[in-house]
């Protein structure tokens, strides 16, 4: 076989196929970065833990539980904004949709003595519909995601002081007026032996559903062939504009469930509850390997890039390493994130 015979074979290969033959480990890089990630977070864990009457503090079953339970609120909205970011959007207001919908589940069954499935199924319906408006505001009237969710952070937090009277809702249960119904308390206990948080079973359940949606379904493939090339996807077919309002529906409804969580493990409402888990929970699709342009990501690298951020906080916390510093190693890993993302993307186009 001649050399130019030998070029053509290997051009007619497919490009993916190329791909991994000139940056195998680049692509795998970039491909498992948050698993990666997550297990050398995790082996620093075991090698930096404090250690008490030699039981190493960062294995023991309470720690372990409570990053988890730190995880499942953050971890649900990033399952949600993973749709929205492989479809070329954005979502800033998801943290104030959570104190909003917190603080709305509470009063309904504490001051208008509202069942606990009835209150939960109101709630959800509404980060469902505040998602939908957000996302037909921005794709009909073509204004960035950026900028409609940005007000739409500000109209939720608004939302959530005058519904909760700008002050703390307490949650105490019972029967009767000023009462909650004792089956909302079941969102904060722990099952199997009282070791895995209820909040943390519903992120799993959340998770692989999402999963499922994003990877064995029709809507998850136009999901990603709207953010690989909107021009393309409508050509073939798709309705766009469908496509990216469902998928900010889907992250007011995430949003929605995480701040009835919120509520239900604290025992009280907080109308400020959420500020800033729209940047833990972007950071934790961008650390998962989504990428901001739209078209790549999976539900399987968000939840472990949520696992990571959680479980880096907490080995610093254990150390009483300062909150500032926390904040700033965060920021480093995100960068780092986008900075691989970046250099693989230019690579695949050259």
Known sequence: MTTETTQTVADLAPPS???????????????????????????????????????????T?????????????????AVGMTFVIIAGGIDLSVGAVLGLSGVTVATLMVTHGWGTVAAIVVVLIAGLLFGLVQGAVSTVMRIQAFVVTLAGL?????????????????????????LAPPSFAVLGDRLFGNVIPVSAVVFVLVGAVA????NGTRFGQHVFAVGGNERAARLSGINVRRVKIITFGLCGL??????????????????NSGTGYELTAIASVVIGGTSLFGGEGTVVGTIAGALLLGTLNNILQLNNVNADLQLI???????????????????RAT
């Open 17 to 59: 196929v190329r791909l991994r033959r000139r940056l195998p480990a680049l692509d795998i890089l970039v491909r498992f970065q948050s698993l990666l990630g997550l297990v050398l977070v995790l082996v620093g864990g075991l090698v930096f833990s404090p250690r008490r009457h030699g039981t190493v503090l960062f294995l």
């Open 61 to 77: 079953v309470d720690n372990l539980a409570n990053i988890v339970r730190a995880v499942s609120e953050t971890g649900i909205i």
């Open 154 to 178: 500000q109209v939720a937090s608004g939302l959530a002081r005058m519904v909760s009277g700008d002050k703390f809702i307490n949650i105490n249960y019972g029967h009767g007026h000023g």
């Open 211 to 214: 999963s499922v949606a994003l």
């Open 254 to 271: 995430a949003a929605a469930l995480s701040g009835v969580l919120d509520a239900g493990q604290l025992s009280f409402a907080n109308p």
């Open 329 to 347: 190693v965060t920021g480093l890993i995100i960068v780092a994130a986008a900075v691989l993302q970046n250099v693989a993307a230019r690579r």
